[in-house]
């Protein structure tokens, strides 16, 4: 017998559609051509979301670290660096890259990705791994001082810079699986808080929506930040014993993800009715929130964002911005955050296919406030890519 508190769909939501090859191919001609600009000769990729991002080759591999893939880019060629357990899946399908196979494991994959480059490669290399800002690849001390020892100067440099200014333009099929990703989660929050109830912990609160993501579809739910508070709000801490009492905020960021794509977006509800003031600062937050969405154009820069943000935070004296961090959004894509920032210092101007969250915060007298809107830039402004945050914020009784 069913839970009652679970919704399990009369279907299931069909896996996501494989990339198409053309885009592939796009990704990887943009990749190059960046490459070109930077003087970069390799690059390694060793982040999943990097290898995912230029191969579309999402497979379990990446749960073991005993035995990693790499990928190798240069102007001429594309490999995928894969120990020999690899080669029947690799060979399910036509692929854009040429596999390359290792007996052993990450000691003998250091040893293949060497002896390639040597031998495919001539004169002064500049090779590039995928380390920087926003980019935590799998390596290891072996693969840096591999790449160190036939590098220009001894040294190997960051492709961060060089990726990221291919991969922060999405493409109509990016935006519609984060679309999908957020119809989800959203629709897994409305139905968990419709049955949720005060006195409940936040682990079973915390169970219940993981589970229901799952049967809405999510090819995968990261442990969502799910807490109660009433004024002693720690974002970044599990879900614990804490019960449900009157006056409490519930507050969620989602982490599921559908083709790859993470649907971060955040929600709230509250234990109780809401006071007067709680309904006119939730209203008066989720007004700037979207208005502020809407002003986002092609042409301008994240700051000039962050400083409309400034003017319109100021005329709704909202009182003082949550500040334990420096911006008020972020890109989004195949990672739960991405450059650009939405900040003061950020100068990046935005250009159609970028994606912004737009997530302001504000604490107050024991409540959040925090509506993250998410937009896809167009030529002429903004299209939403979820649905807008509820009119009335969602009650627990």
């Known amino acids: 017998?069913?839970?009652?508190?679970?919704q399990i769909p009369s279907t299931f939501r069909l896996?996501?559609?494989?990339?198409?090859?053309?885009?592939?191919?796009?990704?990887?001609?943009?990749?190059?051509?960046?490459?070109g600009n930077a003087e970069i000769d390799v690059i390694v990729l060793t982040d999943k979301k990097n290898v995912d991002y230029f191969t579309d080759y999402q497979e379990l591999s990446w749960d073991s670290k005993t035995r990693p893939l790499f990928a190798i880019v240069t102007a001429q060629d594309f490999v995928v660096v894969g120990s020999l357990g690899e080669a029947p899946t690799i060979d399910m399908k036509p692929r854009i890259f040429e596999p390359l196979y290792y007996d052993g494991y990450l000691a003998?994959?250091?040893?293949?990705?060497?002896?390639?480059?040597?031998?495919?490669?001539?004169?002064?290399?500049?090779?590039?791994?995928?380390?920087g800002q926003d980019m935590f690849g799998r390596g290891s001390l072996a693969l840096i001082d591999a790449l160190n020892s036939f590098s220009a100067h001894g040294k190997v440099q960051s492709a961060a810079d060089a990726i990221w200014r291919v991969r922060l333009i999405a493409s109509r099929f990016e935006a519609d699986l984060?679309?999908?990703?957020?119809?989800?989660?959203?629709?897994?929050?409305?139905q968990t808080i419709a049955n949720a109830r005060i006195g409940m912990t936040e682990?079973?609160?915390?169970?219940?929506?993981?589970?229901?993501?799952?049967?809405?579809?999510?090819?995968?739910?990261?442990?969502?930040?799910?807490?109660?508070?009433?004024g002693d709000f720690s974002y970044g801490r599990t879900a614990k014993e804490r019960k449900l009492e009157e006056g409490h905020y519930v507050w969620t960021d989602f982490r599921a993800t559908y083709g790859g794509y993470p649907a971060d977006r955040n929600r709230i509800a509250r234990a109780g009715d809401p006071r007067e003031w709680e309904v006119k600062t939730y209203t008066s937050l989720r007004s700037l929130t979207i208005a502020l969405a809407?002003?986002?154009?092609?042409?301008?820069?994240?700051?000039?964002?962050?400083?409309?943000?400034?003017?319109?935070?100021?005329?709704?004296?909202l009182g003082k911005l949550y500040s334990h961090v420096s911006r008020i959004g972020h890109g989004g894509g195949l990672d739960l955050t991405e450059p650009?920032?939405?900040?003061?210092?950020?100068?990046?101007?935005?250009?159609?296919?970028?994606?912004?969250?737009i997530e302001p915060k504000l604490e107050r007298d024991g409540a959040v406030f925090q509506f993250e809107e998410v937009v896809f830039v167009t030529d002429s402004g903004v299209e939403f890519l979820s649905d807008l945050s509820p009119e009335t914020v969602p009650v627990i009784r």
């Open 15 to 35: 896996p996501a559609p494989a990339v198409p090859e053309a885009e592939l191919r796009q990704r990887l001609e943009k990749i190059r051509r960046e490459m």
């Open 178 to 190: 984060k679309r999908t990703a957020f119809e989800i989660v959203n629709t897994a929050f409305d």
């Open 340 to 357: 650009p920032s939405l900040s003061k210092t950020d100068s990046t101007v935005i250009q159609p296919g970028m994606i912004f969250h």
């Open 203 to 230: 682990y079973e609160l915390f169970y219940l929506m993981q589970a229901q993501t799952y049967l809405n579809g999510a090819e995968s739910t990261d442990p969502i930040a799910m807490l109660f508070s009433n």
């Open 108 to 131: 003998e994959a250091v040893d293949t990705i060497s002896n390639w480059i040597r031998e495919n490669t001539t004169g002064v290399r500049h090779t590039a791994v995928d380390y």
């Open 294 to 317: 809407q002003q986002i154009r092609p042409g301008m820069a994240c700051s000039h964002v962050y400083a409309i943000f400034e003017k319109m935070w100021s005329e709704a004296a």
């Open 1 to 6: 017998m069913n839970s009652p508190l679970l």
